[in-house]
């Protein structure tokens, strides 16, 4: 099997700027990079509940241009700045784009990300194909 990047249209510059794929399929494999809430002005989105919709929109349209969906993904791990003030808020968010055969799924609570504003980053791996029909 070979490895596969997936350079989706727009995320050019990231790869060239900063040298990562944002995902990867080796089979049916993808491991997707983590994921920002970045609006298109390429700010934070004001708040961790529009930071997360955005994260995961942005990890939608990846797997979409690797061959998968949303329900193809088996694990989720995610970064947040304030994980005990925001996780119950950010589970709401999640489950609405993971309404059921929830993904296994570790949250991480550090003090920063990449950028200042930043509050989550989502990662996931996804199995193509292994979803929902």
């Known amino acids: 099997m070979k490895r596969q990047l997936i350079i989706p249209p727009g995320t050019q510059a990231l790869y060239d700027a900063f040298h990562f794929s ?3 399929r080796v089979g049916d494999i993808i491991w997707v990079s983590g994921q920002v809430g970045l609006d298109a002005e390429m700010k934070p989105a004001e708040g961790m ?3 997360a919709r955005l994260a995961f929109g942005y990890l939608k349209y990846i797997l979409e ?3 998968a969906t949303l329900a193809d993904v088996v694990e989720l791990t995610t970064f947040h700045t304030a994980l005990q003030r925001d996780v119950q808020a950010f589970a709401k ?3 609405e784009f993971f309404p059921r055969s929830y993904p ?3 949250a991480v609570g550090l003090t920063e ?3 200042p504003g930043l509050c989550i980053e989502i990662r996931a791996v996804a199995v ?3 979803g929902e029909k």
């Open 93 to 95: 968010v999640k489950d």
């Open 65 to 67: 241009e690797a061959g």
């Open 113 to 115: 990300l990449a950028l």
């Open 104 to 106: 296994s799924w570790t």
């Open 49 to 51: 509940e529009a930071q």
């Open 128 to 130: 193509a194909g292994s």
């Open 22 to 24: 944002p995902a990867t």
